[in-house]
């Protein structure tokens, strides 16, 4: 999988509370978690995530295991999140909702274009290359597959 | 020689496995979302291998029409399907898992992170998505890598007037917030065996705080003679020795009343530090400490006091509350001015029952007190449960008696 966006410079320890508050939950309408995503940290943010690529401190997605904030994510447009570590909860669920999540470090400016190329193992921004750690063989299958529903209803 | 974590998992730690689940729990926040999913994969019935619980303790009962309607979906989904099913005030899903269900060397997931709670029976237990969960609604089973293990090895025993939290806000700073991510935490040394099976829940329940994947204590003569007064009949796991990726210790003996300031969970002080905030909510319940031994201490502190601010006590579950009725507990608290609420999780998320205003200052025995968890514009500070029943009776953040 290849990708590319602007990137949103964010810090570590992101908690799921701050990608969508607890509030806002209670809905079936992803349109809702879209709009106030982010809000707690910068409500200027939700506007903003539309073929960006975060690339955030260690840590990231660390709390609650709410799946919400993955989609929230992944709804908003944002392409990819890039971060030393994540949280395992939000990693597994990131994936499982086809939002690559890839770990990897590298200093964020904002607004520079990032690259990654998650089949070659690489993410490219400022010119420069930073190599990745690779996904599990399943998680790479789940992944490729658009997340875990698509995966399920191949698998069936 | 073998981890918990690698025995139960049945591989060493870093490989994958596919892994039967014994038992699958979601709440009603991940319930919707877990079955929303669960249709979309296409699925009819639901796997016949794991013992599915769907449990409504996170906003119950609705705090609104939109809320109820969609509980409404999942309750007539969980009573017309093969599943177990608590509604509103039977209590907290990882305390309901905690009385009498989940058993030593059991693989256990529940759709919420604070899912590694059951460790404390010995179990491999740990919080999963809905996505995840709905899978094993579908298949009965999901891949784990297995974790490294850090041991936490405790000696000594806890003084009178520090709690199990106390050591939990401990590690819990020592490791910070994610320490142990992607591990598991094994409780060690002969200081657990002073330690009670209330005091290992809360222990565990804090272990996801360090990004952990779950937190364990070996099942011993504690936990075999627990689960026995819960008609349950299991034996002792025995240590072996294995190989750590970091070890930690601690002397219970040396730990001291502390509290976790905003907005993170691993910034500790000595609650001496604080002494004299001013306080506008104390909270004591969740799945941290909202047992019957949590409760009985509050009211052993406040009993023929007034608290001097808004206190609300919240029992972990149905079980909890009736046990504070048989014993008086309740009639202390409510003597002593506490606000009870509905068995459940009370305002933790921010929810309903008991959320902050803006600029309001809360003392809480929760887990979490990330920015605007509880309320925006509200900070949360955590404790024990005696620091915060110490803390209300004074209206202000105040150490409480320590032998």
Redesign the interface.
């Known amino acids: 999988m290849q990708g590319a966006g602007h990137a949103v410079c964010l810090g570590p320890?992101i908690?799921t509370?701050?990608i969508i508050?607890?509030?806002y939950?209670?809905?079936?309408d992803h349109g809702i978690w879209v709009s106030h995503v982010f809000e707690?940290l910068d409500p200027a943010l939700a506007g903003r995530m539309s073929g960006t690529v975060i690339v955030a401190g260690?840590?990231f997605g660390?709390?609650?295991?709410?799946?919400?904030a993955?989609i929230a994510l992944r709804d908003a447009g944002v392409t990819a999140v890039i971060a030393p570590?994540f949280?395992?909860?939000?990693f597994?669920?990131a994936i499982?909702?086809g939002l690559p999540a890839i770990e990897c470090s590298l200093s964020c400016i904002e607004g520079e274009n990032v690259r990654f190329d998650l089949a070659a193992g690489w993410v490219e921004a400022g010119g420069s290359r930073y190599p990745i750690r690779p996904l599990?063989?399943?998680m790479q299958e789940i992944l490729a597959a658009g997340?875990?529903?698509s995966y399920?209803?191949s698998h069936? | 020689m073998s981890t918990l974590s690698e025995r139960i998992l049945g591989a060493a730690a870093g490989e994958y496995v596919d892994r039967k689940v014994d038992r699958a729990y979601v709440c009603d926040g991940t319930g919707m979302l877990t079955l929303e999913t669960w249709k979309q994969m296409g699925a009819e019935r639901l796997s016949d291998l794991p013992q599915l619980y769907v449990i409504f303790d996170h906003i119950a009962p609705a705090n609104n029409s939109t809320t109820a309607t969609l509980q409404h979906e999942l309750r007539e989904f969980a009573c017309g399907s093969f599943l177990h099913f608590s509604d509103i005030g039977g209590g907290i899903c990882h305390q309901l898992m905690s009385e009498g269900v989940v058993l030593p060397g059991e693989v256990v997931v529940g759709a919420d992170s604070h899912s590694c709670t059951p460790g404390a029976f010995g179990a491999f237990a740990t919080g999963f998505g809905a996505t995840d969960m709905a899978a094993i609604w579908l298949n009965g089973e999901t891949w784990f890598r297995v974790p490294d293990s850090i041991s936490i090895y405790l000696s000594g025993s806890l003084r009178g007037g520090v709690e199990a939290k106390d050591l939990a806000l401990s590690y819990v700073s020592t490791l910070g917030m994610d320490g142990g991510t992607y591990c598991a935490l094994e409780f060690t040394g002969d200081g657990t065996r002073t330690l009670p099976m209330d005091d290992r829940l809360t222990l565990c329940n804090l272990s996801v705080e360090t990004g952990a994947k779950t937190g364990m204590f070996y099942a011993d003569d504690v936990t075999v003679r627990y689960l026995a007064g819960l008609g349950q009949k299991v034996s002792p796991q025995v240590p072996e020795p294995c190989t750590y990726s970091r070890e930690l210790e601690f002397d219970l003996a040396d730990i001291v009343p502390l509290v976790a300031i905003p907005d993170r969970v691993d910034t500790v002080k000595p609650v001496q530090d604080l002494a004299g905030l001013s306080l506008d909510q104390v909270f004591i319940g969740t799945c941290t400490n909202g047992r019957y031994s949590d409760l009985a201490r509050a009211a052993k502190i406040v009993k023929g006091n007034k608290v001097a601010v808004r206190t609300i006590v919240v029992p972990a579950s149905r079980a909890v509350l009736a046990e504070a009725i048989r014993t008086g507990v309740l009639a202390d608290l409510v003597g002593a001015g506490c606000t009870i609420g509905t068995p459940g999780c009370g305002p933790c998320l921010g929810a309903h029952m008991g959320v902050l205003g803006e600029g309001e200052i809360c003392l809480s025995t929760a887990n979490r007190n990330f920015k605007n968890r509880m309320g925006v514009g509200g900070e949360i500070y955590l404790s024990s449960v005696a620091t915060a029943a110490t803390s209300a009776l004074a209206g202000e953040i105040t150490e409480p008696e320590v032998d």
């Open positions: 320890d908690d509370d701050v508050a607890g509030r939950l209670r809905t079936k707690d260690k840590n660390c709390g609650s295991s709410r799946e919400q993955a570590s949280a395992r909860i939000f597994r669920n499982n909702v599990s063989p399943r997340g875990l529903v399920w209803r069936r």
